[in-house]
């Protein structure tokens, strides 16, 4: 175990993730969307969405150190950036439209709940990211991933 948690790949993925995080939370707080501190938690160690994406910011992370340290030609690398090319697929693609489509379902339960027809609890909505966000990041990761590796 000591191992993982000492391997500085790791420690520069866990870095970009929490830093993404990070800044999710302070937008989350200045935009007022975070109303308790168990908000607060959840959105600086779990919530999904939002800016910048952490999905992304970590698997690029690991791509550029993977880059670095083996080489752009190693297997290792491609098989990183290959899973680089789903992670930002899926953040834009399947989780984003699973979230548009979380927004109507919510919509139509509302209404149906307003007319008396059905109790409805809504779902959540945000599961995939804009492109700017997945944009951002990529580069929060990239330019993390080259600290690590470079130091």
């Known amino acids: 175990m ?49 800016f910048p994406s952490s999905h992304t910011a970590l698997v690029t992370t690991l791509t550029t150190c993977i880059g670095f340290r083996s080489g752009v030609s190693s297997d290792t690398f491609m098989l990183s950036f290959c899973f680089l090319m789903v992670t930002i697929r899926d953040a834009l693609g399947v989780r984003r439209a699973s979230g548009l489509q979380a927004r109507k379902l919510n ?22 990211h804009r492109p700017m966000e997945v944009i951002f990041g990529a580069i929060l990761g990239f330019f993390i991933g080259l600290g690590f590796a470079v130091l």
């Open 107 to 128: 919509e139509l339960g509302n209404e149906l709940s307003d007319k008396k027809m059905i109790e409805y609890k809504p779902i959540k909505e945000i599961l995939g």
């Open 2 to 50: 000591a191992e993982i948690i000492l391997n500085p790949v790791f420690q520069a993925c866990l870095f970009s993730w929490f830093t993404a995080q990070f800044i999710k939370t302070v937008i989350g707080l200045f935009s007022g969307k975070l109303h308790s501190l168990k908000a607060l938690a959840e959105s600086l160690i779990w919530r999904t969405g939002g």
